[in-house]
C-alpha cells in the first residue's frame, strides 16, 4: 500500500462535509414524510392534491404493509412495461434527430428492468442506442421514480419499527408523490441549473460533425445531458447519458462537478439515517448506524487509494524502490490506467468507493484496470448488502436487517429475548430477516455460476484465469445488488445476460424488499416494551461494532470462497509476477 497526502486529504475533506450535511437533509426529509411542513407546501400542495384526485386516492388514508407493497409493485411494474414501449417504438416516436432505430426486444426487456430496479446496468452506448425520448421520458422519469419507491419503503420500514399496535405503515402513493414533489424535483432543477453552468449541455439540437486537427469527421454526441445527470447522481441511479457515464467531460467536466456529484450520491442516504433516528425519539440511534457505516466506507476508501497508488509491479521501473533480489516494489505515479488525467488516482478511487458504497454505479474510472485488491474493494462494497450508506432507501431498510441481527445474536449471547427500539424480536421477524439475507447471495453466487460453466456466459469474457471470473461476479454482484456499475471487460450485450440480468435485478430488488416489508408489518403491530436492566442498549458505541462484525461477518462467510478464486488470487499471482 502507498498513500498520497492528497488522496487521504480528498477522503478525509469529504467526509467531513457529508457529516455536515447529514443532519439538514434528514430534518428536511422529516419535514416530507412526517410533519409535512415543507418550504414548498404552498407551491406544491395543489398540484399533489390534483394527482390524488386523478388517481382516485385518499391522501388520509393508510395502507398495511401488503397493501403498501402490492401498490408499490403495481406502480412498479407498470413503469416497466411504459419504459420497455418507449425503447420498442422510438424509431416511431418523436425527438429523435438522430433517426435511431427502435431497441431490440432482449434489450429493451433488460434496460427497462434495470431502471425500474433503480440498477441502470447498461448493456449499451446511450449515445448510440438511445433517442432523446428515450433518454428522458423512458430513462430520467425512472431515475426519478425508482428513487422515490426506495426512499418511501425506507420510510415505511421506519415506521414499521417506531408505530406501535397498528397495522398501517403510511400510503404509498402519497409517499412516492411527496417524494418526488418536494424532494428529488426541487433539488434536481437546482443541481442541473449547476452542472449547465459548468458545461454540461442541455439541448435538443442534433449531434455535430466536426473536422479535426489531423482532417477526420468526428461527431459529437450531446443533448439533454444536465437533467438526467442531476437525477442520476441524486437518486442513486447511475445510468449515463454517455457510455463513458461520469468520466466523459460532458456529464462531469470539472472537479468542482466531480465532488457534487460524489456528495449528492449519500447525501440522501446519509439524511435517512438522521431521519431514523429522529423518528425513533433518540437520534443517537441514527448516528450510531452512520458511525457503523462510515467506518466500513472510510476503510474502504483507504484500502483503494493505497492499492491503486501503489500501482503494479510489472510496471515498475527497475532501479526505483528495489528489494535485494532486484524487484521492484511498486509503479512510478501508481496505476493511471483507465483513469482521467483531471481526476488523478485520489478522485477517481474516492468516487468508485463512494458509487458503490451508494448502490449508485456511476463511474469515473474504469473498475476493469484497477489493481485485484482496488477492484475487491468496490465488489466487497456491493456483496455486503448496499449497506454502507447504500441506495436511497434500499441502504437503510437493509442496514435495519442488519441491526435487527445484531440484537438477536446479543440476546442469544446474554440468554434474553432480543428487542430493538423497544420491540421484541421474535421468530417471524428473525425469518424474514434470514429469507432476506439469504436471497442476494443465492442470486449472485447461483448466476455466477452458471455463467463459469455454459459457453454463453464464459465465452464472453475479455481475460483469462481470476480476472475473468472476476468480471462475472462483478457483473451478477453489481445487478442483484442493483449498483450497476461492471468492471466493464465482460459483453453483456447477448441474450444470456439481458435475460439472467434481468432476474438477477428484479431479484434483488423485490425479493429482497418483501420479507423487510412483512417484517416491519409485523413490528408495527407490537407494543413499546420500556428498556429494562437486562436491554442491550443500541445507541452505544458497542453496538455499532457488533453490528460492523455482523456485516463483516455474513459477507466474509457468504463471499469469501468466491473472491479466493477472483481477485484475491490474482493478486498473490500478480506479487508472484505471474499474468494469464
Request: net charge neutral; with cysteine.
Given at each position: 500500500?502507498?498513500?498520497?497526502l ?5 477522503i ?9 450535511l ?10 416530507v ?19 390524488y ?8 388514508e ?10 408499490m ?9 411504459f ?12 425527438l ?7 431497441v ?22 446511450g ?11 423512458g430513462?430520467e422519469?425512472h ?18 419499527l ?8 403510511g ?12 424532494l ?25 460533425t ?13 443533448g439533454?445531458v ?25 456529464e ?8 457534487v456529484?460524489?456528495?449528492s ?15 425513533a425519539?433518540?437520534?443517537k440511534?441514527?448516528w ?22 501503489a ?9 526505483v ?27 477517481s ?11 449508485c ?17 468496490p ?43 423497544g420491540?421484541?424480536i421474535?421468530q417471524?421477524e ?8 439469504l ?19 464464459y ?21 442483484t ?11 453483456s450485450n447477448?441474450?444470456?445476460y ?12 423485490f425479493?429482497?424488499?418483501i ?6 408489518g ?6 413499546i ?6 436491554t442491550f ?12 462484525g ?13 473472491l ?17
Amino acid at each position: 500500500m502507498v498513500f498520497t497526502l492528497n488522496g487521504l486529504a480528498q477522503i478525509a475533506i469529504y467526509f467531513i462535509i457529508l457529516l455536515l450535511l447529514t443532519k439538514p437533509v434528514g430534518l428536511y426529509l422529516y419535514a416530507v414524510f412526517e410533519t409535512k411542513n415543507t418550504w414548498f407546501e404552498r407551491v406544491f400542495h395543489p398540484v399533489e392534491r390534483f394527482f390524488y384526485w386523478a388517481g382516485g386516492v385518499n391522501e388520509d388514508e393508510e395502507q398495511n404493509w401488503k397493501g403498501y407493497t402490492i401498490s408499490m409493485l403495481i406502480f412498479s411494474g407498470a413503469g416497466l412495461l411504459f419504459t420497455y414501449a418507449i425503447l420498442r417504438l422510438q424509431n416511431k416516436l418523436p425527438l429523435n434527430p438522430q433517426g435511431l432505430p427502435a431497441v431490440n426486444p432482449m434489450l429493451a426487456f433488460n434496460t427497462a428492468t434495470s431502471f425500474t430496479t433503480n440498477t441502470n446496468w447498461q448493456n449499451y452506448s446511450g449515445e448510440t442506442i438511445m433517442s432523446y425520448l428515450s433518454q428522458m421520458l423512458g430513462l430520467e422519469l425512472h431515475n426519478f421514480t425508482s428513487a422515490a419507491v426506495g426512499i418511501v419503503l425506507a420510510v415505511a420500514v421506519i415506521r414499521g419499527l417506531v408505530r406501535h399496535n397498528t397495522q398501517r405503515l403510511g400510503n404509498f402513493w402519497v409517499d412516492v408523490t411527496r417524494c418526488i414533489l418536494y424532494l428529488l424535483l426541487p433539488i434536481c432543477t437546482i443541481y442541473a441549473l449547476f452542472l449547465v453552468w459548468q458545461g454540461v449541455p442541455q439541448t435538443f439540437d442534433n449531434y455535430v460533425t466536426v473536422t479535426s486537427l489531423e482532417g477526420f469527421k468526428q461527431v459529437i454526441a450531446y443533448g439533454p445531458v444536465a437533467s438526467q445527470e442531476a437525477i442520476k447522481m441524486l437518486g442513486t441511479n447511475g445510468g449515463g447519458f454517455f457510455n463513458a457515464n461520469s468520466a466523459h467531460p460532458f456529464e462531469n467536466p470539472t472537479s468542482f462537478t466531480n465532488l457534487v456529484e460524489m456528495l449528492s450520491m449519500l447525501v440522501i442516504s446519509a439524511g435517512l439515517l438522521y431521519f431514523f433516528g429522529k423518528s425513533a425519539g433518540n437520534t443517537k440511534q441514527g448516528w450510531v448506524l452512520f458511525g457503523a457505516v462510515s467506518f466500513i466506507f472510510i476503510i474502504g476508501a483507504v484500502v483503494t487509494l493505497g492499492a491503486e497508488q501503489a500501482g503494479n509491479p510489472l510496471l515498475a521501473h527497475f532501479g526505483v524502490n528495489q528489494v535485494s533480489h532486484g524487484y521492484p516494489l511498486a509503479q512510478p505515479g501508481g496505476n493511471m490506467e483507465g483513469k482521467e488525467m483531471r481526476f488523478g488516482i485520489g478522485s477517481s478511487t474516492l468516487f468508485t468507493t463512494i458509487t458503490t458504497a451508494a448502490s449508485c454505479g456511476a463511474i469515473n474510472s474504469l473498475i476493469d484496470s484497477y489493481t485485484p485488491i482496488g477492484g475487491l474493494i468496490p465488489m466487497v462494497n456491493i456483496q455486503l448488502g448496499e449497506v454502507i450508506f447504500g441506495g436511497v432507501g434500499s441502504g437503510l431498510y437493509g442496514l435495519i436487517v442488519f441491526a435487527i441481527l445484531s440484537v438477536f445474536i446479543a440476546g442469544l449471547m446474554v440468554g434474553r429475548t432480543p428487542e430493538y427500539l423497544g420491540k421484541k424480536i421474535e421468530q417471524y421477524e428473525m425469518k424474514m430477516v434470514s429469507l432476506a439475507i439469504l436471497i442476494l447471495p443465492l442470486s449472485i453466487l447461483g448466476f455466477t455460476a452458471i455463467a463459469s460453466v455454459y459457453h454463453g456466459g464464459y465465452s464472453q469474457i475479455s481475460n483469462a484465469g481470476p480476472h475473468g471470473l472476476s468480471e462475472i461476479l462483478y457483473a451478477f454482484t453489481s445487478m442483484t445488488g442493483n449498483n450497476g456499475s461492471a468492471f466493464a471487460g465482460l459483453g453483456s450485450n447477448t441474450p444470456f445476460y439481458n435475460l439472467t440480468g434481468a432476474f438477477a435485478m428484479i431479484i434483488g430488488r423485490f425479493a429482497f424488499v418483501i420479507p423487510v416489508m412483512a417484517m416491519a408489518g409485523s413490528l408495527a403491530q407490537k407494543k413499546i416494551i420500556p428498556a429494562g436492566v437486562g436491554t442491550f442498549p443500541t445507541a452505544t458505541l458497542l453496538f455499532a461494532s457488533l453490528v460492523i462484525g455482523v456485516i463483516l461477518i455474513v459477507g466474509a462467510l457468504t463471499f469469501f470462497p468466491a473472491l479466493a478464486l477472483g481477485p484475491i488470487v490474482e493478486q498473490l499471482l500478480m506479487l508472484a509476477r505471474k499474468t494469464f
